[in-house]
T-cell receptor, first 115, second 117 residues
Framework: SQQGEEDPQALSIQEGENATMNCSYKTSINNLQWYRQNSGRGLVHLILIRSNEREKHSGRLRVTLDTSKKSSSLLITASRAADTASYFCATDGSGLTGGGNKLTFGTGTQLKVEL | DAGVIQSPRHEVTEMGQEVTLRCKPISGHDYLFWYRQTMMRGLELLIYFNNNVPIDDSGMPEDRFSAKMPNASFSTLKIQPSEPRDSAVYFC???????????????FGPGTRLTVL
């Protein structure tokens, strides 16, 4: 079964607005990653946050992690039409250090940014 | 680096035929993953390799599916015989080795869109 569940499933906003996507997971994790997938393409890594971190920034991206609630959020500020894509969270809950990096992906949020 | 390379990009075949999907990981990466993506089930991990050795194949749906990695630069995913329900986009991804306590990122190929008629 899927480890992560994204919310909402779909989001439509106007260019310039902020977009917030949420991810919930079930078991303890080592880290959580966010990926983007443009239509017809492979997934591209956006940002990674470790289990001992609470917030991380990368350009227009801001990720938060609340391990007590087993949830994460991805905020895209000042969205652009080029941000239109599906966004997935992925968790590494193997608990193995150096033993592999099996990821479990969530169901994804489809973001549409309109001009 | 050219990134992860997959071939073919599109494959259309008839039920019962053998299908072979190919992947070339990024040079120097020690891990290779095969995923399947469908609207109904999302992105599923089928199998992954570490240094050419299969580590976890628990996601392989059934015996019709097999994967090999004969060397560090090549892997195949084979379906024999194929069925319409195998229609999906199949992704290959690779990642570097992870020293203790350092998480790492997976790099995805463009995928192979498989249609089984």
């Amino acid at each position: 079964s899927q480890q992560g569940e994204e919310d909402p499933q779909a989001l439509s906003i106007q260019e310039g607005e902020n977009a917030t996507m949420n991810c919930s997971y079930k078991t303890s994790i080592n880290n959580l990653q966010w990926y983007r997938q443009n239509s017809g393409r492979g997934l591209v890594h956006l940002i990674l946050i470790r289990s001992n971190e609470r917030e991380k920034h990368s350009g227009r991206l801001r990720v938060t992690l609340d391990t007590s609630k087993k949830s994460s959020s991805l905020l895209i500020t000042a969205s652009r039409a080029a941000d239109t894509a599906s966004y997935f969270c992925a968790t590494d809950g193997s608990g193995l250090t150096g033993g592999g990096n099996k990821l479990t992906f969530g169901t994804g949020t489809q973001l549409k940014v309109e001009l | 680096d050219a990134g992860v390379i997959q071939s073919p990009r599109h494959e259309v075949t008839e039920m019962g035929q053998e299908v072979t999907l190919r992947c070339k990981p990024i040079s120097g990466h020690d891990y290779l993953f095969w995923y399947r993506q469908t609207m109904m089930r999302g992105l599923e991990l089928l199998i992954y390799f570490n240094n050419n050795v299969p580590i976890d194949d628990s996601g392989m749906p059934e015996d019709r599916f097999s994967a090999k990695m004969p060397n560090a630069s090549f892997s195949t995913l084979k379906i024999q015989p194929s069925e319409p329900r195998d229609s999906a986009v199949y992704f290959c991804a690779s990642s570097p080795a992870r020293p203790p306590s350092l998480p790492d990122t997976q790099y995805f190929g463009p995928g192979t869109r498989l249609t089984v008629l």
